[in-house]
């Protein structure tokens, strides 16, 4: 089946429109350089991302290493996690006033691009931290077909629930296929400065995965479904006219399993056939249900 309007390949990947085609095509995110003590978050859409943002914002804080008002978290966050100067982003306003180069370190980036768009050759050489969330995929798609359908005028709307999976099992949605991102990223290992932490893992023992037990309790309660739902810092970045004022794209039921009210027995088993065989062969601890 053809791709949607506007949305094209790169790299094996796929890309909505608000990519930056030309950057891609001509692996623009090469120039990126890195500086030491750069930490940068990477996924697949839906994973976790933003809770896992929130948790490293909480630590930073605790750690004193960026000195940041809470409330001011929202121009942190546009400010420190975008590589879309160099990729191009939905988010072009802030692209147009941040130059990332100047930022001071230490500088938290967040990504959803593949690990074959990363310039990845230097973050051991830079001591620069990666840490990649993976979620079980029936979640993710679950998560995805809410997530689009808040856009405004159904702009990105992967249709009903039937066409969102079946678009994420033929991967034509964004980033997909997703068995290729989380088995790029997979390859990178520790020896890359690389950590892999699971959605479920954090919902299972977040303390354990924070692994800083003095910071824990503060880190812990900031960033659960109901603190994060509070905060409204979501996302003053996504523009009106995408999002509407006051929607809160990014935290709708933070829940393991859901797929679970929505799959029929029949998806699921042709999800399996189609994704579930293929994460067996990324050979790893894949969270797959
Ligand atoms: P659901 O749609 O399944 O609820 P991302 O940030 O990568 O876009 O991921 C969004 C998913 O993370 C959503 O999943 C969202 O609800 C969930 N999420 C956001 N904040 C969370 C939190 N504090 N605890 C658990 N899940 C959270």
């Given at each position: 089946m053809a791709h949607r309007e506007g949305v094209f390949t790169a790299d094996g990947y796929v890309f909505a429109r608000h990519y930056?085609?030309?950057?891609?095509?001509?692996?623009?995110?090469?120039?990126f350089k890195f500086k030491p003590n750069d930490v940068v978050l990477a996924s697949f859409p839906k994973s976790g991302t933003m809770w896992l943002i929130e948790v490293m914002k909480a630590m930073y804080n605790d750690w004193?290493?960026?000195k940041v008002d809470k409330t001011e978290s929202p121009t942190w966050f546009e400010e420190h996690t975008l590589f879309t100067r160099y990729f191009g982003s939905i988010c072009q306003h802030v692209v147009e006033t941040v130059n990332v180069d100047d930022l001071p370190s230490p500088r938290l980036?967040?990504?959803?691009?593949?690990?074959?768009?990363?310039?990845?050759?230097?973050?051991?050489d830079k001591g620069v931290k990666l840490i990649y969330i993976c979620r079980n995929p029936k979640d993710v798609v679950v998560s995805q077909y809410h997530f689009w359908k808040v856009f405004v005028n159904g702009a990105c709307s992967t249709g009903n629930w039937e066409q969102t999976l079946q678009s994420f099992e033929e991967s034509r949605l964004h980033l997909t296929p997703w068995v290729r991102h989380?088995?790029?990223?997979?390859?990178?290992?520790?020896?890359?400065n690389v950590l892999h932490v699971t959605y479920e893992e954090m919902q299972q023992d977040l303390p354990g995965v924070v692994n800083t037990k003095s910071q824990n309790e503060g880190v812990v309660s900031s960033t659960t479904v109901a603190a994060m739902r509070n905060q409204q810092f979501n996302f003053r970045f996504l523009d009106e006219e995408i999002v509407p004022k006051g929607e809160n794209p990014f935290v709708r039921k933070g829940a393991v399993g859901?797929?679970?009210?929505?799959?029929?027995?029949?998806?699921?088993?042709?999800f399996d056939a189609i994704i579930g065989e293929k994460v067996k062969s990324i050979n790893r601890n894949i969270p797959y249900q």
């Open positions: 930056d085609r030309k950057k891609l095509e001509s692996r623009a995110a090469d120039k004193g290493l960026l980036f967040f990504t959803h691009l593949p690990a074959t768009i990363i310039p990845c050759h230097e973050l051991k989380v088995g790029d990223w997979y390859q990178k290992g520790t020896e890359d859901d797929w679970k009210n929505h799959f029929t027995v029949a998806q699921s088993e042709r």
